[in-house]
């Protein structure tokens, strides 16, 4: 079982800035891709960012040049770094990592249980 756990969320004001983490845990053998999604009241869930094993990251043009994707591969985590925050980023911010438990299965997606961002004066 494969556990994926955010933390990072709050309350921040417009331009300010925070940082979410999110870990992978329990009985893997590999963790390929890492992203981070996000859904507003009333929105479906979108993508923000993803990071491959090998580092390779893709930006959603709304977040392109503000926010910045990571990962610790020995760790299992990945980081997602947000400047210059506006109110239309709230949102529930959630975590998604695919990872293998085994080297014979096809690897499998696991969500997290999500952390708020609310970015108001």
């Known amino acids: 079982q494969v556990h994926v756990v955010e933390s990072g969320g709050g309350l921040v004001q417009p331009g300010g800035s925070l940082r979410l983490s999110c870990a992978a845990s329990?009985?893997?053998?590999?963790?390929?891709?890492m992203a981070w999604y996000r859904q507003a009241p009333g929105k479906q869930r979108e993508l923000v960012a993803g990071?491959?094993?090998?580092?390779?990251?893709n930006y959603a043009d709304s977040v392109k040049g503000r926010f910045t994707i990571s990962r610790d591969n020995a760790k299992n985590t990945v980081y997602l770094q947000m400047n210059s925050l506006k109110p239309e980023d709230t949102a529930v911010y959630y975590c998604?990592?695919?990872?293998?438990?085994?080297?014979?299965?096809?690897?499998?997606?696991?969500w997290g249980q999500g952390t708020q961002v609310t970015v108001s004066s």
């Open positions: 998604n990592a695919v990872v293998a438990t085994d080297s014979r299965l096809r690897p499998d997606t696991n």
């Open positions: 329990g009985s893997i053998f590999r963790v390929y891709a």
């Open positions: 990071i491959s094993s090998g580092g390779n990251t």
